[in-house]
T-cell receptor, first 112, second 117 residues
Framework: GQNIDQPTEMTATEGAIVQINCTYQTSGFNGLFWYQQHAGEAPTFLSYNVLDGLEEKGRFSSFLSRSKGYSYLLLKELQMKDSASYLCAVRDLQNQGGKLIFGQGTELSVKP | NAGVMQNPRHLVRRRGQEARLRCSPMKGHSHVYWYRQLPEEGLKFMVY????????ESGMPKERFSAEFPKEGPSILRIQQVVRGDSAAYFC???????????????FGEGSWLTVV
């Protein structure tokens, strides 16, 4: 089976840096995804990691350690519009193509 | 380059009616996934389809729910005899056929919000 854990909620200050952690246990692994979801809207793709290491994309970076079953999403220079839910998802290799299994999401509140 | 298209965006049904949700994947994508999101909860996998084929329906309730992805036309998620507990956002996602870095990107549609009254 699959188990994905991330904190339920976090609070950070505008202009600061925040790290959202995600740990996973899965029988098949074909990559880890991070999505951003504002209330009432669709998830928006942020990043994808399949190899160990850091992937940087502007203010957002994502890290993966497959041996530890661990990833984090790093958000720099926080803006008010970054207040949203951040979803960690693991792709399941057991089926061709592979479905995404999501964690519960981390609700990030950015304060002025 | 249109993204994943879902309709209707909002749907109200009375208990016992049928709901049909449609999803057209991105151009060039032949893998479709349906997810359900209850208020204040995460995305729950329902079903994964390719053209004319259900690959994984392990997340689908055994009764009242069905999905298809015909050779021509959109994928359809059908909910028969809806109950209040079916009220949720239903998201469709798609990915390309081939592997590689682009094949591992899954994009979501805007969602269909079902309200059962």
């Amino acid at each position: 089976g699959q188990n994905i854990d991330q904190p339920t909620e976090m609070t950070a200050t505008e202009g600061a840096i925040v790290q959202i952690n995600c740990t996973y246990q899965t029988s098949g692994f074909n990559g880890l995804f991070w999505y951003q979801q504002h209330a009432g809207e669709a998830p928006t793709f942020l990043s994808y990691n399949v190899l160990d290491g850091l992937e940087e994309k502007g203010r957002f970076s994502s890290f993966l350690s497959r041996s530890k079953g661990y990833s984090y999403l790093l958000l720099k220079e926080l803006q008010m519009k970054d207040s949203a839910s951040y979803l960690c998802a693991v792709r399941d290799l057991q089926n061709q193509g592979g479905k995404l299994i999501f964690g519960q999401g981390t609700e990030l509140s950015v304060k002025p | 380059n249109a993204g994943v298209m879902q309709n209707p965006r909002h749907l109200v049904r009375r208990r016992g009616q049928e709901a049909r949700l449609r999803c057209s994947p991105m151009k060039g994508h032949s893998h479709v996934y349906w997810y359900r999101q209850l208020p204040e909860e995460g995305l729950k996998f329902m079903v994964y389809l390719q053209k004319e084929n259900i690959i994984d329906e392990s997340g689908m309730p055994k009764e009242r729910f069905s999905a298809e992805f015909p050779k021509e036309g959109p994928s359809i998620l059908r909910i028969q005899q809806v109950v209040r507990g079916d009220s949720a956002a239903y998201f469709c996602a798609s990915s390309p056929t081939t592997g590689g870095s682009s094949g591992n990107t899954i994009y979501f549609g805007e969602g269909s919000w079902l309200t059962v009254v």
